[in-house]
């Protein structure tokens, strides 16, 4: 089911062969074929679904064509999948032992994204990768021994496909933080001992190169999971303390910054005006937490004055602000006393 520009709509893969595979090897050429391709699934939309299966089935026997030809059926399908004439689902067929194994499926894949590139950006192929689920196994196109994100980044930024290796670092890293916040869940449920759940957690910090404002966030939100919270306002304050209270010192093992302190105070803004019942919590969370040495009174202040989120601006603002009054006051009186003493 393939025509060479200017040809006849035909079943006959020979025709494939002779048109596609015999046409000059550059992007201007296969150009002109997708526009045929794509012209004739728009008038004829009972040939889409068996033009996708008809490249689904090439991808398999790439091992039958010359390094030439795979580079333009490559070149081809990647301005048709920019196109949207065929579906990413295609790449399925592109983890077949066979080819992965010696190396054809990475070589056609280079290709293929390189075209795709070309004609898109790389937020629009990773929407198209998300949409059918292929944004977390371009790591099926290398063997097992080497199917790690280092060589995979290797490859594909050697290539030239550099937001390619950047785009499959960082869907790796979202894996690897919701891996992490799930055990951290699990660990705080089998309420194993704070100083373990810390060495478990700057371990993983060090392994997977996550920062300590992004550690404090998976910390905040997986403490806040692992409660039942009561729906009375009054309850859920008192409840809320004491979980936070026996928390205090994991949550100061990883403000240790003043930038993730601030991030854990708009984690804290976030939660209670995502949560109703929480609205009239955040002062009392904010002040304990200050009492247990794990927000400091410089990162409240600029909390204050500038970092806050808009989400229950008024209301949190106003709820902290007799405590920002003397914590204010509390540094005047401690610089007047410095002076004194000079």
Known sequence: MFLAPGGTLSDDMTSTEFCLFKAQEDMETMQAYAQVFNKLIRRYKY?????????KKLLLFLKGFTESERNKLAMLTGILLANGNISASILNSLF????????????????????????????????????VGMDNRLLELFPANKRSCE????????????????????QQSIGARKELQKELQEQMLREEPIKDIIAYSREELKKNNISEQTMIGLIWASLM?????????????????????????????????GSSEVTLLLKIQEYCYDNIHFMKAFQKIVVLLYKADVLSEGAILRWYNEAHLAKGKSVFLEQMKAFVEWLKNAEEESESEEEEAD
Do not use: P
């Not at 290797?154 to 499959?168: C, H, M, P």
């Open 47 to 55: 040939l889409e679904k068996g033009f996708e299966e008809e490249i």
């Open 96 to 131: 077949n032992e066979n080819l992965v194994k010696e190396g054809v499926s990475a070589s056609f894949a280079v290709k293929l994204f390189k075209s795709w590139l070309s004609e898109k950006d790389i937020n629009s192929v990773a929407a198209n990768l998300r949409k």
């Open 151 to 170: 060589h995979f980044c290797k490859y594909f930024t050697d290539a030239g496909l550099k937001e390619l290796s950047d785009f499959v670092r960082n």
């Open 225 to 257: 999971s692992t409660v039942e919270w009561n729906k009375k306002e009054e309850l859920v304050t008192e409840q809320a303390i004491k979980h936070l209270k026996q928390y205090s010192a994991l949550l100061s093992a990883f403000t240790t910054q």
